[in-house]
């Protein structure tokens, strides 16, 4: 009983230990196509924003592609700059 | 001469001729110009992801071409004067960009899903 007294004081880091590889380089993807909404819509969180690298595991190189063709998509209205629950 | 890409968004107030009218005006002043057209595609009307001018739906328009570089100026110059259009983007397409473009074109990602098109 003792056991299932103990209260962790921060959460224990789950390890998520799959090796992460940046899907643009393993696929031979060149071009990321910012009116491809639903391609688009990988990387970002159901708030609209922008997913890290450390959960999508992307490069810098096309991290900066992503980035950048999200910020188009939103500018031309297929993706919104804001929303709760987008998926 | 450099490629080009531009998407217009049309305000939905307008039926669909004077739509075809506003685009067929700027794809003439691309042409007069020295502009070699190479695609021009249509969305229709969609739904936008955010209200823009008040409005939830907009007309698209996509063309892509090749022009000189300093014809840009000028077409953005006439995209802003036109009240009718409510938001543009001009882009420089480079050498992956057109590859991806042509893929598209002739038809390479009809098998795969759209998701997976982006190769």
Redesign the interface.
Known sequence: MAKDQIQYVTAPKVEDNRKKYCRFKK??????????A??LL?FINDQGKLLPRRLTGTSLKFQRKVAQAVK?S????????V?DSLK | MQQYET?I?LTPLLSVETAKEVVAKFSKILTDNGAEIIQEDNWGLRK???P?EKKST?Y?H?TEYKAPGELINKLEVELRRDERVM?F?T?SLDK??T??NDKKRSGAFQKKT??????
């Not at chain 1, 696929?27 to 491809?36: L, P, R």
């Open positions: 696929n031979g993807i060149k071009y990321i196509d910012y009116k491809d639903n391609f990988k188009r939103r500018h031309i209205g297929l993706l919104p700059y929303t | 998407v968004i936008l992801a955010y823009i907009g698209y996509l938001r983007l882009i992956h960009a590859a991806y759209k998701t997976e098109e982006a190769a």
